[in-house]
């Protein structure tokens, strides 16, 4: 069975602090997607990132990050420089071989960004 | 941004009534998802589509039935509301041919309350 673990419910972090948010995935797959999403307040669900299971770079776009580990079976998100705009509930997920696959949800990390 | 709509957007139901869904895309992706969304539980799939009249359970499909009549619509039917299926439902689709096709993007949600 495939699983997905956000240790963290909530993380309230300063303006222009750095902020990583951990998501720690099972799965029997050799191959296998991992996304992350982000819901701001307004409640829609935004589409941050794919990143497949043979890719392990690393990928950086403006101040978002990610770290991808095969081997702690880790997909971890960093925010540089958090700003308040990035406050938003966010969720990591996976999906299986096909990659059309359902995905399946962490039960998401609650970011609030203080200025 | 994807074309994905849902209606209503709100609605408020009685114990017992019959309650439906529509999810609307203009993508003409093969993929289409429901998903209900939970505090503490994330998001969890309900039933999915991989093609017209195609359909599969997901992991909390008790209390629900969908139906695929037409590659751009997706219903989801609670044929007897309760309030456990008090909820925010989510529909996604996804072109489904693997690499980059493989995201799920999502409707704006539909927010269900049943008294």
């Known amino acids: 069975a495939q699983k997905v673990t956000q240790a963290q419910t909530e993380i309230s972090v300063v303006e222009k602090e750095d902020v990583t948010l951990d998501c720690v995935y099972e799965t029997r797959d050799t191959t296998y997607y991992l996304f992350w999403y982000k819901q701001p307040p307004s409640g829609e669900l935004v589409f941050l990132i794919r990143r497949n299971s043979f890719d392990e770079q690393n990928e950086i776009s403006g101040r978002y990050s990610w770290n991808f580990q095969k081997s702690t079976s880790s997909f971890n998100f960093t925010i540089t420089a958090s700003q308040v705009v990035d406050s938003a509930v966010y969720f990591c997920a996976l999906s299986g071989r096909s990659g059309n696959t359902p995905l399946v949800f962490g039960k998401g990390t609650r970011l609030s960004v203080i200025a | 941004d994807a074309g994905i709509t849902q209606s209503p957007r709100h609605k408020v139901t009685e114990t017992g009534t019959p309650v439906t869904l529509r999810c609307h895309q203009t993508?003409?992706?093969?993929?289409m998802y429901w998903y209900r969304q939970d505090p503490g539980h994330g998001l969890r799939l309900i039933h999915y589509s991989y093609g017209v009249k195609d359909t599969d359970k997901g992991e909390v499909s008790d209390g629900y039935s969908v139906s695929r009549s037409k590659t751009e619509d997706f219903l989801l039917t609670l044929e007897s509301a309760t309030s456990s299926q008090t909820s925010v439902y989510f529909c996604?689709?996804?072109?489904?041919?693997?690499?980059?096709?493989?995201?799920?993007?999502f409707g704006p949600g539909t927010r269900l309350t049943v008294l």
């Open positions: 993508e003409n992706h093969r993929y």
């Open positions: 996604a689709i996804s072109q489904g041919t693997g690499g980059k096709y493989n995201e799920q993007f």
